[in-house]
């Protein structure tokens, strides 16, 4: 099973994904998006011999995440993005981009477009403010999650609510399972208790099942565990794998060791065992198909 896509050079990276369609801005200033040729600055280009790949696993150190700061925005990136580049990081399956960001009080991305891509988007702590083309505006916190399809075209800006705090979230960008859809805005409050020792979903490709919902047949959980704890996880469509994202903490899982802010994709599996370090662990799941279209 082939986890990774076939190798892009930088130049049509540059031209034909994230940048083409994505600009950073601070408020009241889009940012154009570079050309090319244009140097790369403000991020680690790590050697692609820090990712661990092993029969039917591979381990993306955080350390080895791609990093741009900008000063208003700390941002990692997981998979290749922006001015990151790594032909051997460029999605897990269908999981696109996973993006950990910091953003500065009462900053923030202006408005920008999207297309054909199913975009999730889950604050570990603070707000957004949020306004779109669909005429949604208003904010998201911690302890919610937001999804856009964008389908034929959106488009949106995303600032830091608080003018005194900053705000961190995961972005996460998934390939559809369906192009050309109509664009579609999801938010939903999510009960903390529902994630204490259990794994909450989060996500699914159905409407009447827990969670929003995206047009592909992904499943998003987030668990929060007590030091010492076991669990597992059943995959839920047979070819799908896992990327388990370690908000928090330390565990094994399948025998591996993640740690805070490591990444651990995993396919042609059934389960996960997973145990929980001393410390506890916060884990986000992302059960997402292996093959794209």
Same mark, same amino acid.
Request: charge should be negative; avoid cysteine; hydrophobic fraction near 35%.
């Given at each position: 099973m082939v986890y990774i896509c076939a190798v892009m050079d930088r130049k049509t990276f540059l031209r034909n994904t994230v940048l083409g369609s994505t600009a950073l801005a601070t408020i009241g200033k889009a940012a154009s998006a570079p050309g090319p040729e244009k140097e790369v600055v403000g991020f680690n280009h790590l050697p692609t011999e820090n990712t661990r790949v092993m029969n039917n696993m591979v381990l993306h150190k955080a350390a080895t995440r791609?990093?741009?700061? +900008?000063?208003?925005?700390?941002?990692?990136?997981?998979?290749?993005?922006?001015?990151?580049?790594?032909?051997?990081?460029?999605?897990?399956?269908?999981?696109?981009?996973?993006?950990?960001?910091?953003?500065?009080?009462?900053?923030? +991305?202006?408005?920008?477009?999207h297309d054909n891509m199913e975009i999730i988007t889950i604050p570990l702590s603070g707000t957004i403010a949020h306004k779109d083309s669909m005429g949604n505006s208003g904010t998201v916190s911690a302890g919610e999650v937001q999804v856009m399809s964008a389908g034929t075209g959106i488009q949106h800006s995303e600032f830091n609510y608080k003018e005194d705090a900053e705000l961190n979230l995961l972005q996460i960008w998934l390939f559809p399972k369906k192009r050309q859809v109509t664009p579609r805005y999801q938010q939903l409050t999510l009960d903390p208790k529902d994630r204490v020792n259990a794994f909450q979903q989060v996500l699914s490709p159905n409407a009447d099942d827990a969670g929003v919902w995206i047009h592909q047949d992904a499943w998003f959980n987030i668990g929060k565990f007590?030091?010492?704890?076991?669990?597992?996880?059943?995959?839920?469509?047979?070819?799908?794998?896992?990327?388990? +994202?370690?908000?928090?903490?330390?565990?094994?899982i399948n025998g591996q060791a993640v740690g805070r802010r490591d990444g651990l994709g995993i396919w042609d599996i059934d389960k996960l065992d997973i145990n929980v370090g001393a410390m506890g662990a916060e884990i986000l799941l992302m059960d997402v198909p292996m093959r794209i279209g």
């Open positions: 791609g990093h741009a700061d +900008f000063g208003w925005l700390n941002a990692h990136h997981t998979f290749s993005f922006a001015n990151y580049y790594d032909p051997e990081r460029m999605h897990f399956g269908v999981l696109r981009v996973l993006n950990d960001d910091v953003i500065a009080a009462g900053k923030g +991305f202006s408005t920008h477009p007590d030091g010492g704890r076991s669990t597992s996880y059943a995959i839920e469509r047979p070819g799908n794998g896992v990327y388990a +994202f370690m908000i928090e903490g330390e565990a094994t």
